[in-house]
């Protein structure tokens, strides 16, 4: 199965995936960083899967998000008819529930499910048995039922629970999978009309809210469905994908956990949020944001897990083969431990975004700030991991750099046009000193060009964020050169890659990866800022041409396969639509 291949359901908590054959390949929980369920994503069906679809076999006919909801539609042309299956997480409140309905459209399908339970990543094999009409199950801290009018059986313990039943044209077959810890008493039970009821209205209520009217509103709401669907909302934070260990190369090494919240997705996600209308969310995002790095501006993580917490222990699941075989499946990231100076600028400039937004109140950000900026001036000339959280020797990033600048300049701006107070006049000096140090060890005059790190030649595809982070006038030569040799040297079939790992030895690790999706976003709004429109608008559709069937995004793309790689869906690929669909629509400018 390819990864454009799932799409997601969700409930604000965790997410599942689905394939076009109908099998739930991957599932978390209860929430998003738990241990799998449902692993077959990443180690085969014995992992976990459960299967809805008819007996005869194959992939869908077609499949759809009903209108303004994260409610997937699937449809098959089965011997005998068609049949479609609806798939959705209902708004959580008492427990997790997976809900699929079984519908007749045409004719009679014979249909076949298969329920493997397998809990911490198919490591756990739990008890099941029949009891009351339904399918328990249970190991250890988990415990689930499957609820549905036709009755499951189980030849071993090992195998799967399974059924084989017909659905005519005109009716429904509902099953209700729920979740709770083991030694709670099982949750109420669901009626699936009911649940699909109040999904499809709370879904269309909160898209409804969207203030996106121009050009590619269709791209833009379907990412905004994403990122609430990516959403914990008990804490406001946001994954950066729901899965782990998806390759960015088929059968590479670079598989990591993407599970948890990052901070320089902060201020691209509060500008997306805002832009369309969703103050609320992104004053929860912006309140996670202010817990989560509470405390010593020297322990200041680039990442932390969904409620705020720093530790998540990168470990390797050696029993699983990956995806396609691709090696090793990750749970954990050490790269949180990482030194990378641009989060500092990363974070004054969200806070200070959210302010120019007219967000509600935020107490002691200003206080959490001005620490974070006494750090800095100390700081600013530490070479550091990057942007990318290379895995190799720390570097003088240029990026880094033009962040820690950006964060000089907002606390600049906090107090000459939100009235705050601080030493104003010791930060003007510290942005020109960091400006003018960038300006003589970052720039490649002969190129006419920033690069990578100071005395690199390589380039990075964060050099695209100069234009909008306002280090340079959008005029400058300075600024149209970077994004001209960027075009040059750092595209493959017209889309951005990251960076070249062979140049410079930038980092340490085997093998290549995919174009980057949001990078390539990134040159599409650059272009629109210094008012090269058409080829801003060309690239841009491309770009959204990449999307699966439903509307869906990974991480990167291999141009050669013309597959989607990476971690699925990727929340920084979507807010990458929204925010250059607003550029795309903002009055032009020349160039």
């Not at 068609?82 to 997480?89: E, P, Y």
């Not at 029993?319 to 790269?335: D, K, Q, W």
Request: proline residues 6%; contains cysteine.
């Amino acid at each position: 199965m390819r990864i454009e291949d799932y799409a997601i359901v969700g409930d604000m908590h965790t997410a599942a995936l689905v394939g076009r054959d109908g099998s739930v390949d991957w599932l978390c929980l209860p929430r998003f960083d738990s241990g799998a369920c449902f692993a077959a994503l990443l180690g085969g069906h014995r992992a976990g899967r459960w299967l809805l679809a008819p007996a005869a076999g194959g992939m869908c006919a077609g499949r759809r998000y009903r209108d303004g909801t994260l409610v997937l539609e699937t449809t098959w042309d089965a011997p005998g008819g068609r049949v479609r299956v609806l798939d959705f997480m209902p708004p959580r409140e008492e427990a997790p529930d997976v809900v699929r309905i079984v519908e007749g459209v045409r004719g009679r399908v014979e249909m076949r499910t298969e329920l493997l339970l397998r809990f911490d990543y198919g490591e756990v094999v739990p008890w099941t048995r029949g009891r009351g009409g339904e399918l328990a199950v249970i190991a250890g801290p988990d415990a689930a039922w499957l609820q549905s009018p036709v009755p499951l059986t189980q030849e071993s313990r090992r195998s799967a629970a399974t059924a084989s039943f017909t659905v005519a044209a005109g009716e429904r077959v509902p099953f209700v999978l729920t979740w709770q810890e083991s030694w709670r008493s099982r949750p109420r039970r669901l009626e699936a009309a009911e649940e699909l009821a109040t999904t499809e209205r709370v879904w269309r209520e909160w898209l409804g809210r969207c203030r996106h009217r121009g050009d590619y509103a269709e791209a833009v709401s379907g990412s905004l469905v994403t990122l609430k669907a990516l959403t914990y909302a008990p804490t406001g934070g946001i994954v950066a994908a729901p899965t782990t260990s998806l390759p960015e190369r088929i059968g590479g090494s670079r598989n990591w956990d993407y599970r948890y919240s990052w901070l320089r997705d902060a201020a691209f996600t509060l500008r997306a949020l805002m832009e369309a209308g969703y103050a609320e969310e992104a004053t929860a995002w912006r309140d996670w944001l202010l817990r989560a790095v509470a405390g010593d501006p020297a322990d200041l993580q680039i990442m932390y897990t969904i409620d705020g917490g720093r530790r998540m222990p990168e470990r390797t699941l050696d029993r699983l083969p990956g995806y396609e075989g691709s090696r090793p499946v990750r749970v954990g990231n050490s790269a949180a431990r990482q030194f990378q100076l641009d989060v500092y600028g990363e974070v004054i400039d969200c806070l200070y975004q959210a302010r120019e937004a007219g967000l509600g109140p935020e107490e002691d950000a200003w206080d959490l700030q001005r620490a974070f900026m006494d750090y800095l001036e100390g700081a600013w000339r530490e070479p550091g991991n990057g942007l990318w959280e290379v895995r190799g020797p720390r570097r003088p990033f240029v990026h880094a750099k033009v962040l820690a600048w950006v964060a000089a300049d907002r606390m600049v701006a906090s107090v000459e046009r939100q009235g705050l107070d601080g030493p104003v006049d010791r930060w003007r000096a510290l942005r020109e000193e960091i400006h003018r140090d960038v300006c003589a060890h970052g720039y490649d005059p002969g190129r006419n060009t920033f690069t990578q790190f100071y005395g690199s030649r390589g380039l990075d595809a964060a050099l695209l964020l100069i234009p909008r982070l306002g280090f340079l006038p959008l005029d400058d030569p300075r600024v149209a050169g970077t994004v001209d040799a960027v075009c040059r040297e750092l595209t493959e079939g017209g889309f951005v890659l990251r960076y070249r790992p062979e140049a410079d030895k930038v980092d340490r690790l085997p093998g290549g990866e995919g174009v980057f999706v949001p990078c390539s976003f990134w040159l599409a709004h650059a272009l629109a800022l210094l008012g090269r429109r058409r080829r801003a608008r060309t690239l841009f559709e491309r770009l959204l041409s990449l999307r699966n069937d439903v509307g869906l995004l990974a991480e990167e793309y291999d141009p050669g396969r013309r597959r989607q790689v990476g971690n699925f869906p990727q929340a920084y690929s979507h807010v990458s639509i929204v925010n250059t669909a607003a550029a795309l629509a903002a009055p032009e400018r020349s160039a």
